[in-house]
């Protein structure tokens, strides 16, 4: 755009300089003619001769022959040479200072142009630099026309994907290092508690009694080990991606009944108590195992913190957009510090340090419940227990 201005301005220039050259031209010859036709007039000449002379185009060979006589040819200087000169030499002059003034301008422009582009250039390879560092403070110039911004724009797209990989792969990292410190906690006691129980049973060979209990309590720790091994794979599974949640419509009575089949046992043993209430046709669309796992974890959790004599009650309801599912309880309830951090992995709250359990089945049921796009909320008062309720959205 600069050197298209630049131009245009030139070619306007020149041609006012030609107009103004040919009105100068044109000035001289008219006033040369006048004075012919004042000479010719003053000599007694017919005005009817001087308007044809002067009007006359047709050259001839006599008019060639007195021409050359007076010396007017192309070889020697006459009037109008003088004219063209005269006329000229200001234009002469005014070009090559007009040609310096552009070349001037143009050179002028260039150098910014390229200080400038040479400026971007250091700017960007300064913040490539540290995008390969894995830096992203800084950003490229985007926003404008043309090829290098296109460029910028799409290198800018490249570093925002490499932010995100690199900040996944440090969430992965994290994510493993407290795995494996978890795992490594987790699996310190029942692991310390077997190796005791197998020492004592074989101290106790003989000791029937002794043998049976302490055989007993070495299964109950294998029995926990699987547990947590098997919630960990879950979670695994849940946050690598690789589960897909094949979502059905599913009755919510036979549901509930399902989930809670193998914790009515330990409910009657413990004097606690299981509610069932809502509509018995109404449906939900989920993946019936998955679903049933998160259920379950939640009324286990529910037992886990209810008093013998408590009930646990388990109610849905729904819309034709959502539909809820929701754990009751009145047991102890969650403490205000707590609340905020029961769905972390491997939490334990206050209430919770001195209990069996691995931490993990509340964030295995909020996973379950968020990867099938639905949500899994708590509400709790010390002393009066806690609310978990599951909604999830109708299918289009």
Not at 51 to 64: I, K, R
Not at 125 to 148: D, K, M, S
Not at 368 to 384: F, K, T, Y
């Amino acid at each position: 755009m600069f050197l298209t201005g630049v131009l245009i301005l030139q070619t306007v220039f020149l041609g006012i300089c030609g107009v103004l050259q040919a009105r100068d031209l044109c000035g001289l010859l008219l006033g040369r003619e006048l004075a012919t036709a004042s000479y010719l007039l003053e000599q007694d000449i017919p005005p009817q001769i001087v308007a044809s002379a002067l009007s006359h185009t047709e050259a001839t060979p006599e008019g060639a022959i007195l021409l050359g006589q007076i010396g007017h040819t192309e070889q020697t200087q006459n009037y109008l040479t003088l004219l063209i000169e005269q006329t000229s030499f200001p234009l002469l002059l005014i070009l090559p200072l007009a040609g310096v003034t552009t070349a001037a301008i143009i050179l002028t422009g260039a150098t910014l142009f390229f200080q400038r582009r040479e400026r971007i250039y250091e700017e960007a390879e300064q913040v490539i630099a540290q995008y390969a560092n894995n830096l992203f403070e800084r950003h490229l110039p985007t926003g404008q026309a043309g090829t290098l911004y296109q460029l910028f724009s799409n290198t800018e797209q490249l570093a925002q994907s490499l932010q995100a990989r690199s900040a996944m792969e440090h969430r992965a990292k994290i994510f493993l290092r407290d795995m494996i410190s978890h795992i490594s906690h987790q699996l310190k006691t029942p692991l310390a508690a077997l190796s005791m129980y197998m020492e004592i049973i074989s101290e106790e060979s003989e000791n029937a009694d002794t043998v049976a209990a302490f055989t007993q309590k070495s299964l109950q720790s294998l029995e926990r080990m699987e547990q947590l091994i098997q919630s960990l794979l879950k979670m695994a599974r849940l946050d690598s991606g690789t589960i897909i949640f094949e979502k059905r419509p599913c009755v919510l009575l036979e549901l509930v009944k399902h989930a809670i089949e193998d914790l009515t046992e330990r409910a009657t043993q413990e004097e606690k108590k299981i509610l069932l209430q809502g509509p018995p046709e109404k449906t939900v669309c989920c993946d019936w195992e998955w679903t049933k796992q998160a259920l379950g974890n939640l009324v286990k959790n529910a037992l886990d913190h209810t008093e013998a004599g408590g009930t646990v009650k388990i109610s849905w309801e729904g819309t034709s957009a959502i539909s809820r599912l929701t754990v009751e309880d009145n047991g102890r309830g969650i403490a205000p510090e707590d609340i905020h951090h029961i769905f972390k992995q491997f939490y334990r709250g206050s209430a919770s340090r001195n209990r069996q359990g691995t931490g993990l089945g509340l964030s295995l049921a909020k996973s379950i419940v968020e990867g099938q796009g639905g949500n899994l909320s708590v509400e709790s008062r010390c002393g009066q227990g806690s609310v978990f309720c599951m909604t999830f959205l109708a299918d289009p």
